[in-house]
């Protein structure tokens, strides 16, 4: 029966809006914010990268910097998830700030906590890091050549890294790419010429989401890399 045919109801129902009508309004709101967080939890309303690359280094990349590694990478990447976009997500964790302040050292130790996380939970593929002997030192994370895990006192890094500069693919399809001129300054290209790219190894069974895919791209970038050194 329509309440609008029952006054007796109507009214009710009136008094009862009026009592409660802010219930409801907060109850939707919760109800919303807890939807956002779960659906952002499962990846429903933002998209997935396709991969991701941890950048381990004692300073911040600027913003334009960001642009033009995820530029590099998306001009050589594929799509792996399908969702019609090639996305790059990059994982900054800043460790080994010389003389660092209270603040600062909190800041990193923080960084290195989130660092361990991506580890353990297999996020990043790539390793992208201005000091691999001390990346290596304390994570033993770089892959052989093979992409093995190194023997239990092997913390070296050679063979394990690629200089930035080493890498044609990745350096060319930077400066070719349709970004705007802004994003690349010459400052980004100082940075990037300072840093060294690695894979990751696995130590048990958890891989990396599209980890064979991953592996090719490496591969690639690798062979790259070494047909640039041949006379």
């Not at 004692?58 to 969702?83: H, M, P, V, W, Y």
């Not at 002997?133 to 050679?158: F, S, V, W």
Request: charged letters at 20%.
């Amino acid at each position: 029966m329509n309440p609008q045919n029952n006054p007796e109801r109507l009214k009710k129902w009136k008094n009862w809006w009026y009592y409660y009508k802010w219930y409801v309004v907060c109850g939707v709101l919760v109800l919303g914010v807890i939807c956002r967080l779960i659906g952002n939890a499962l990846g429903f309303w933002n998209k997935k990268p396709d991969f991701q690359i941890a950048y381990v280094g004692k300073t911040i990349l600027t913003e334009e910097t960001i642009s033009t590694l995820e530029q590099a990478f998306t001009s050589i990447g594929n799509d792996l998830n399908g969702d019609g976009e090639v996305l790059v997500q990059i994982n900054q964790y800043i460790s080994g700030i010389p003389n660092a302040d209270a603040e600062t050292a909190y800041y990193e130790y923080a960084g290195e906590i989130s660092l361990i996380g991506d580890i353990s939970g297999c996020e990043s593929y790539f390793f992208l890091t201005d000091d691999p002997d001390k990346l290596q030192r304390e994570y033993q994370i770089l892959a052989n050549p093979d992409g093995n895990c190194p023997e239990e006192m092997d913390y070296t890094t050679d063979g394990k890294v690629i200089a930035w500069p080493d890498c044609p693919l990745l350096y060319e399809s930077a400066d070719n790419s349709s970004a705007p001129a802004q994003e690349q300054s010459e400052n980004s290209r100082e940075t990037l010429s300072h840093l060294y790219l690695g894979r990751r190894c696995f130590y048990n069974d958890k891989q990396t989401e599209h980890f064979e895919q991953c592996n090719a791209l490496w591969n690639l970038i690798r062979s790259s890399a070494q047909s640039n050194h041949e006379p």
